[in-house]
């Protein structure tokens, strides 16, 4: 089984940088794809980034392109979202989630994942 939970947040000021972390109790988090999206107050919650379990390669989406990084350690069960040059824009709660199967069609679909953590809060101030 496949529990999530997820940490970093906090509060930041522009500009800055944040590492979030996402741990997996569970043994088989090496074959499962990891994807990291986020919701700010008053709309849908939407892809960041996603990370295959076979080569390591990675997505992201355009608003965080050149200043957020996923990344994972096997060996640790997390995956990491590297977050710098943050903008207040990025204030959200920001949830991880786990998919034993990728799809390179529909990584950045939250209905393509079928584990989620509780989501951690980020707080970039201007």
């Known amino acids: 089984q496949v529990q999530l939970v997820e940490s970093g947040g906090g509060l930041v000021q522009a500009g800055g940088s944040l590492r979030l972390s996402c741990a997996d109790s569970?043994?088989?988090?090496?074959?499962?794809?990891m994807g990291w999206f986020r919701q700010a107050p008053g709309k849908d919650r939407e892809f960041v980034a996603a990370?295959?379990?076979?080569?390591?390669?990675?997505k992201s989406a355009d608003p965080v392109k050149g200043r957020f990084t996923i990344s994972r350690d096997n060996a640790k069960n997390t995956v990491y979202l590297q977050m710098n040059n943050l903008k207040a824009e990025d204030t959200a709660v920001y949830y991880c989630?786990?998919?034993?199967?990728?799809?390179?069609?529909?990584?950045?679909?939250?209905?393509?994942?079928?584990?989620w953590g509780q989501g951690t809060q980020v707080t970039v101030s201007s």
């Open positions: 989630a786990a998919v034993a199967t990728y799809s390179s069609t529909y990584f950045s679909r939250e209905g393509l994942y079928s584990y």
């Open positions: 569970g043994r088989t988090f090496s074959i499962y794809a």
């Open positions: 990370i295959k379990p076979s080569d390591g390669s990675t």
